[in-house]
């Protein structure tokens, strides 16, 4: 409907034209953005889109940072960057500002284009590669201060969503390559989203899949039983083992392999590959981003049977019993330490070990929760039935801490006269993929519907005369009383004027014909309730008009 409207146009994939239609929405949330955060104690700035690569090289980010990240030689064959956040740019410009705690706390942000080449954009300005942000940047002495920081972003967000009439949830995420402790996303709920959000209606837990946590029960063995080598052919599968040995789920341990690409500790510049091994309880499902976080992978992808097999173990029959993992990266979820006598896979084709525990018969590794969170789970604070929904992220929210500012060498001088690195926040929210989602919320079979917030102009008018001279008149009082006022006086028939100003959408709809001339009156309708009409005469049309822009 974006599309069709003429708010924007398609260029190239994920890139988009913003029309004149589309550039004004645009410019209407980022004024709400912009008095929001100014009002947190923001100072507005501008980094460039093309950044040298020393700085990206700075954090490291230049080489852990796949093809989505754009690199380029200039004219002097210096390595340069697209950039596709500014946390870099933002270090080094306070950098050269900041040297002493008296110049702290500070807050700079920007409203800026981006370049992410995503490669799979998709559903309009929901995902693409170029694209506009508000991020943000604040500088601190301490963790009170960011906290403050961020709490302060946390509120302004919520005001900010509820000025452009988006309803957001604010859930746990995980930080990715921002890297920090502490992360929040906004998600608008909606079944295009490719979040998956997992909340607990009982208490209000909420956290992004990635990250989400739920209370594991037991399988109810409380005497570790001797280990016992069975055959089980064919049972390559948990629901084939539990059919043959008459088991369930919660009673087998299942193996998830991953090849991950690894930084090398004594050069960042080089990547290693290994075998991520996840061991976890049969009836859970490995967590890919929880697997990434625990074995600190910077990429992964599904392991090849001939890579599972190096390390010793055998394909649907595998575990860590009798494998070789000097050379692979062990994670093991709670939920396998914390259940006793598991059936795990034996390393021998048609064979499984009945009673295995972890401690007794096999440990080592990283033991973390890396299980996938799902709906009916049962929630971690409260003990109810968790629920889930999709959702898309229009904003986020990192406590970063020290890891830019070291990597920048950015330190100021405390009241003790002591060098300490400054604690960062990061803040963001995509502007484009706001309004794509504002046209999926506010949105009808005949076209969008946006609110008088975002919407280009408060009101469309309508000419059903030949002789346009009186709507003239109406349209010059309009503007002359500063309301904003699309005016169509289009030598079209009534049928396309009307499908016309319902698929753009603004919110009132001023509609004058000959009838109405003769009557000095003009038809008045709001978008959002095209059956309720009403009658205004030219000489209360302002004052009415006036009245529903104040409602």
Same mark, same amino acid.
């Given at each position: 409907m974006l599309l069709r409207a003429g708010y924007i146009k398609q260029i190239g994939s994920g890139i988009f034209d913003l029309l004149p239609f589309g550039f004004k929405a645009i410019k209407k949330i980022e004024n709400i953005i912009r008095e929001e955060i100014n009002a947190i104690g923001g100072q507005e700035v501008q980094f460039p889109v093309i950044n040298p690569a020393d700085l990206w090289k700075e954090t490291g980010r230049y080489y852990s940072i796949g093809s989505e990240l754009t690199r380029f030689n200039d004219r002097g064959n210096r390595d340069?960057?697209?950039?596709?956040? !500014? #946390? =870099?740019c933002a270090t080094d410009a306070a950098f050269s500002q900041i040297d002493s705690y008296k110049k702290l706390p500070q807050l700079i942000y920007q409203i800026q284009t981006k370049w992410r080449d995503d490669p799979r954009p998709r559903a309009g300005l929901i995902r693409v590669r170029e694209f506009t942000m508000k991020?943000?940047?604040?500088?601190?002495?301490?963790?009170?201060?960011?906290?403050?920081?961020?709490?302060?972003?946390?509120?302004?967000?919520?005001?900010?969503?509820?000025?452009?009439?988006?309803?957001?949830?604010?859930?746990?995420?995980?930080?990715?390559?921002?890297?920090? *402790?502490?992360? !929040? =996303?906004?998600?608008?709920?909606?079944?295009?989203?490719?979040?998956?959000?997992? !909340?607990?209606?009982?208490?209000?837990?909420?956290?992004?899949?990635?990250? &989400?946590?739920?209370?594991?029960?037991?399988?109810?063995?409380?005497? #570790?039983?001797?280990? =016992?080598?069975?055959?089980?052919?064919?049972?390559?599968?948990?629901?084939e083992l539990c059919e043959l040995l008459k088991i369930r789920p919660n009673q087998t341990a299942k193996a998830v392999f991953m090849m991950g690409e690894f930084e090398c500790k004594n050069d960042?510049?080089? !990547?290693?590959?290994?075998?991520?091994?996840? /061991? /976890?309880?049969?009836?859970?499902?490995?967590?890919?981003?929880?697997?990434?976080?625990?074995?600190?992978?910077?990429?992964?992808?599904? &392991?090849?049977?001939?890579?599972?097999k190096a390390c010793g173990m055998i394909p649907g029959f595998a575990s860590p019993l009798g494998a070789k993992l000097d050379d692979a990266v062990l994670v093991v979820d709670e939920s396998v330490r914390d259940n006793k006598n598991l059936v795990a896979g034996a390393n021998e084709d048609g064979f499984h070990y009945l009673n295995t525990n972890y401690g007794r018969d096999w440990n080592g590794g990283i033991v973390a929760d890396i299980?996938?969170?799902?709906?009916?789970?049962?929630?971690? *604070?409260?003990?109810?039935p968790l629920s889930a929904d999709r959702g898309i992220e229009v904003g986020n929210i990192f406590q970063l801490g020290t890891r830019y500012s070291e990597s920048f060498g950015l330190y100021f001088q405390d009241e003790n006269g002591k060098r300490q690195p400054v604690i960062m926040g990061s803040y963001g929210i995509g502007v484009g993929r706001t309004l794509g989602c504002l046209? #999926?919320?506010?949105?009808?079979?005949?076209?969008?519907?946006?609110?008088?917030?975002?919407?280009?102009?408060a009101v469309h008018l309508v000419s059903l005369l030949k002789d346009n001279t009186e709507c003239d008149k109406i349209y010059d009082e309009l503007i002359k009383n500063h309301i904003e006022t699309l005016y169509d006086d289009r030598s079209e028939n009534a049928g396309v004027k009307f499908a016309d100003a319902e698929l753009i959408g603004c919110p009132i709809i001023i509609t004058l014909g000959s009838r109405g001339l003769k009557e000095r009156k003009v038809e008045l309708k709001l978008r959002k309730n095209l059956d309720e009409k009403i009658d205004v005469s030219f000489d209360d049309l302002i004052t009415k008009v006036k009245e529903l822009i104040e409602g």
């Open positions: 340069m960057v697209l950039a596709m956040t !500014h #946390e =870099e991020d943000s940047y604040s500088f601190d002495k301490d963790i009170s201060g960011l906290e403050k920081q961020y709490k302060a972003h946390y509120d302004a967000y919520f005001k900010i969503f509820g000025r452009l009439g988006l309803k957001v949830l604010a859930v746990l995420s995980d930080s990715g390559m921002m890297g920090g *402790k502490i992360s !929040h =996303e906004y998600m608008y709920l909606s079944p295009l989203g490719e979040d998956t959000i997992i !909340h607990c209606d009982e208490c209000g837990y909420t956290a992004n899949k990635q990250v &989400a946590k739920f209370k594991k029960d037991t399988n109810g063995e409380t005497t #570790e039983k001797p280990i =016992e080598k069975v055959k089980t052919p064919h049972a390559k599968t948990i629901d960042p510049t080089k !990547h290693a590959n290994k075998l991520i091994v996840a /061991i /976890i309880r049969g009836d859970y499902d490995v967590e890919e981003s929880k697997l990434s976080l625990a074995s600190r992978a910077l990429s992964m992808r599904p &392991a090849q049977d001939d890579e599972i299980a996938s969170a799902k709906n009916g789970y049962i929630c971690p *604070k409260c003990g109810k046209a #999926e919320e506010y949105s009808d079979e005949k076209g969008l519907k946006l609110p008088l917030s975002v919407s280009p102009y």
